[in-house]
C-alpha cells in the first residue's frame, strides 16, 4: 500500500480529558491494551511520565495517535506509540517518535530505549530510521503469545532531526 500524504496535524502533551480518547485507541491498535488506569497512573502520578497525542488539525475532536515515554536520569524509555489503524502508513508514527525524541532531548535524555514485538517489522524500521540498533531480547515478554520482544536503543537525542510539524508544549 503507497503512503497517503501526510495531513496537518497537532501534538500536544496528553491531559486527563485524553484519556478516554487514548485508551480506545489503545485497544483498536494493539493486542495487549494498557487500561485506563495506567494512563490515569501516567498523567497523576509519574514525574518521570512525558506522554503525547496527536490530532489532525482539521478535525481537532479525532485522536489518530498518542505516545509516552519515561525519562529516567537521562535515558527515555518510549512506553507506547499508537496510531489509528485506519491512519497507517501517513508518517504519523514517524512524526510522534520524532516529537518524544526531540522532547526528551529538551528535557535532558541522552539516549533512549524500547521493546517491539519481534514480529513487528514496520516499527521496527521506523525505529533503526531514528538510530535505534538491537541490543538483546526479553524472553517470553509479550503475554497474549509469549513473543519476544526486541531491545533497542539510540544511543544519540541529539542527533534527532527537527520536527516537521507543529508540537504545543
Not at 513487528?120 to 538483546?136: D, E, P, S
Request: hydrophobic content about 45%.
Amino acid at each position: 500500500m503507497a503512503a497517503q500524504p501526510l495531513p496537518s496535524v497537532a501534538i500536544t502533551p496528553m491531559g486527563a480529558g485524553d484519556v478516554a480518547q487514548v485508551t480506545a485507541l489503545d485497544a483498536a491498535a494493539f493486542t495487549l491494551p494498557w487500561p485506563r488506569q495506567a494512563f490515569e497512573a501516567q498523567l497523576k502520578a509519574n514525574p518521570a511520565a512525558h506522554f503525547f497525542v496527536l490530532r489532525p488539525l482539521a478535525e481537532p475532536h479525532a485522536l489518530w495517535g498518542s505516545a509516552g515515554y519515561w525519562l529516567v536520569v537521562g535515558e527515555a524509555h518510549i512506553a507506547t506509540l499508537a496510531v489509528d489503524p485506519q491512519q497507517r502508513n501517513r508518517g504519523l508514527g514517524k512524526l510522534l517518535l520524532q516529537a518524544m525524541l526531540t522532547d526528551a532531548h529538551a528535557h535532558g535524555g541522552c539516549s533512549a530505549t524500547l521493546e517491539v514485538r519481534e514480529s513487528n517489522m514496520v516499527a521496527q524500521h521506523l525505529y533503526a530510521r531514528f538510530g535505534f540498533v538491537l541490543v538483546g531480547r526479553r524472553k517470553n515478554y509479550y503475554t497474549d503469545n509469549h513473543e519476544d520482544a526486541l531491545l533497542m536503543t539510540a544511543s544519540s537525542l541529539g542527533s534527532v532531526p527537527p520536527l516537521i510539524c507543529e508540537v504545543h508544549p
